[in-house]
């Protein structure tokens, strides 16, 4: 393999890799100022994957644009004049210069100066200048629009602090059969203290409220089944009270 085939080769690999690292900031980015799960486990599956591609997507088009951009100028300034020349001889290939022949191959160190220079401009202008951080910060708030974010997670609160909400009547038969799957007998129940069985039952009515929300608003199913977790500490502290 020719030498210049394998530095061009090169070049483009590390052009990738700055793609990856100019990538992993949008995906933070696109979590800022909240945790990833609060984020991931708020909305649906579905629209936090379109919404956090979509915000990934454009950044990295950006990357893209200023790369090819950047390119044309580091060209301009290492060949100087010779490049305008070869503009003034495209319509007659064979009579231009070596040089300009040159330029149809891929310039390894261009190339390079151009990913390097569009992906700090990126990770350090962008985020730190007041016109180019609002178009970030605006692009942000419009994915997480696209996620139903926070609108999702504050109209789920809404729905379990309204003053009308109560256990249901059949909440401590479903606890039972919860209860069961871990290997907790219902005669056991006995053992709880009343406060505990109270915060159960109501854990309960909780979950089957989730459960009609995620049928009439899309609400992350994986947010709802980690309630489950409940039943597991609920299980663990049945035991701690039969061994006592």
């Not at 100022?33 to 454009?58: C, K, N, T, W």
């Not at 996620?147 to 009308?164: D, K």
């Not at 929300?213 to 409940?230: F, I, P, Q, W």
Request: proline share 4%.
């Amino acid at each position: 393999m020719r030498p210049d085939v394998i530095q061009s080769a090169q070049s483009v690999v590390v052009a990738i890799a700055l793609g990856f690292l100019v990538a992993a900031w949008a995906f933070q980015h696109f979590h800022t100022p909240d945790r990833p799960e609060d984020i991931r486990f708020s909305v649906s599956r579905q629209r936090y994957f379109v919404a956090l591609g979509m915000h990934i997507s454009i950044i990295l088009a950006a990357y893209a644009v200023l790369v090819l951009a950047l390119y044309q100028v580091v060209l301009l300034a290492t060949k100087g004049t010779d490049l305008i020349g070869c503009w003034t001889c495209m319509g007659n290939r064979p009579l231009c210069p070596d040089d300009c022949k040159d330029l149809r191959l891929l310039q390894p160190g261009s190339l390079v100066w151009a990913a390097l220079m569009s992906a700090l401009f990126i990770r350090i202008v962008v985020p730190n200048v007041a016109i180019t951080r609002h178009i970030v910060d605006r692009l942000r708030s419009q994915t997480h629009d696209l996620a139903l974010f926070p609108f999702a997670r504050e109209s789920l609160v809404a729905a379990l602090s309204a003053p009308g909400f109560t256990p249901r009547k059949d909440s401590e038969n479903e606890l039972k059969v919860e209860l069961a799957r871990y290997g907790v007998a219902s005669n056991l129940m006995s053992f709880l203290l009343a406060s505990t069985q109270r915060s159960l039952v109501e854990a309960c009515s909780v979950r089957r409220e989730l459960l009609k929300l995620l049928d009439r608003s899309g609400t992350s199913r994986e947010a709802l089944e980690s309630n489950a977790a409940c039943y597991r500490i609920a299980g663990g502290q049945t035991r701690v009270y039969k061994r006592g």
